[in-house]
């Protein structure tokens, strides 16, 4: 199997980010979990007007894709704050999930955090009105996130649920 890399995003790339967008979920699974306009990813165009420059997105984001045997397979979102890593959204196509790419995401964040001399690293993900977490809820258990235990009303259909970790 390829080795998994991991870089900074560019402008270029846009394609390839909304291709392994569509092909991490389908609409279908999406329903009640995000709102209709969080479909930026799934959009060149959308994408296009908040790309700024770099791997930059509007708001300070940025853009890091994972590539194997040259292909992007997924893609991670993310903020830099003044006291914390914020990981906005990881997609990673179906095919390639569960063989290591969100892991390599999440060490790669955690260690620039850790160059950034910051301690920690939130998330969040969502849960439907029928109390059910979306798929990535298991995921951030198993990187040692800690389930908050709070759930954050939103004007959708859907709650938030934070995640923190800590680093040493």
Known sequence: ????????????????????CRASTTEEE?????????????????????????????????????ERGGQIVGFLVFKREQEFM?????????????????RSFVEHVERLAIESGLTRIETDTTENAQG??????????KMGFRDTGERLKTKWDFKTIPFVKRLS
Do not use: C, H
């Open 132 to 141: 059910v977490p979306w798929k990535s809820y298991d995921f951030w258990l």
């Open 1 to 20: 199997m390829d080795t998994i890399t991991i870089r900074e995003a560019q402008r270029n790339d846009m394609p390839s980010i909304v291709d392994a």
């Open 30 to 66: 999406m329903v009640g979990f995000t709102a209709p306009e969080w479909g930026t990813f799934r959009d060149i165009k959308k994408l296009r007007e908040i790309w700024t420059s770099g791997n930059r997105l509007k708001d300070d984001y940025e853009v890091i894709v994972s």
């Open 86 to 102: 914020y990981i906005d959204q990881v997609n990673i196509r179906k095919s390639e999930q569960g063989k290591g790419v969100g």
